[in-house]
């Protein structure tokens, strides 16, 4: 991890997954919360993508902060299976060396699901519960387990002193699912007691609409070897 100041120690992530609700999430926080970029990660075993915009070129995991107790990482590459171990231990190992005391996860899964279940749900570490859940009314996934980049990171917090949290909720096929990625923020509000404008997302998620539907596509070609599955129970 390259960075240019010390991080709070608070740490929000989302990746480029199924319906890339994380990633609209965090990318419409870094926006809301007038955050800016202070670094950027790297792992062996990544390929090669490097995101742009209106000509100008960035990192593809980038690191957001403002000042306060909170950062984020914005994830525009769809993380290969053989990459999750290097991510997680380069993530994990920053974090733990700069103060980080918590992380939370923002993703999306692709689960059959009824109306009734358009809710957040989340899979947290003992210690992120007491600190974060106990008050808040939100219901744990069932029983299950997490593939990829997700579940590296869980596993490692389930190791460390590091607090994770992963919050999720149903995806559907479209992409920026707009909806799903308003159930993470409305979660994040409710369990770091922040006040989001979440009002101008529908227009962010269309604004951003083609650029995050490419990366949906290259999640979908991804070969069965490199795409981690998604597999939590309701």
């Not at 980049?149 to 389930?158: E, K």
């Not at 997302?201 to 998604?230: G, N, T, V």
């Amino acid at each position: 991890m390259h960075h240019g100041e010390e991080p709070p120690t608070t740490l929000v992530v989302g990746f480029a997954e199924f319906g890339v609700a994380g990633l609209t999430a965090v990318d419409y926080l870094t926006q809301e919360l007038d955050l800016v970029e202070t670094g950027h990660l790297e792992a062996e075993s990544l390929p090669t993508i490097t995101p742009f915009a209106q000509g100008r070129p960035r990192h593809h995991t980038r690191l957001y902060s403002g000042g306060d107790q909170l950062a984020v990482l914005v994830g525009e590459l769809a993380v290969p299976r053989r990459a999750d171990g290097p991510l997680s231990e380069e993530l994990m190992a920053w974090a733990s060396g700069h103060g980080v005391e918590e992380m939370t996860i923002l993703s999306g899964v692709p689960v059959v699901h009824g109306p009734d279940q358009h809710e957040p749900f989340y899979v947290a570490t003992e210690d992120y519960v007491a600190s974060r859940l106990e008050d808040v009314d939100i219901e744990p996934m069932g029983n299950g387990f997490l593939d990829g980049v997700d579940a590296a990171l869980m596993q490692r917090g389930i190791d460390s002193d590091l607090r994770v949290g992963l919050v999720t909720t149903p995806v559907h096929d479209q992409a920026p699912d707009a909806e799903a990625a308003l159930r993470l923020l409305d979660a994040f509000d409710r369990i770091h007691d922040r006040r989001v404008d979440v009002g101008p997302l529908e227009s962010f998620a269309a604004d951003i609409r083609q650029h995050y539907a490419e990366l949906a596509d290259r999640i979908e070609r991804a070969s069965a070897e490199e795409r981690p599955d998604d597999r939590m129970f309701m």
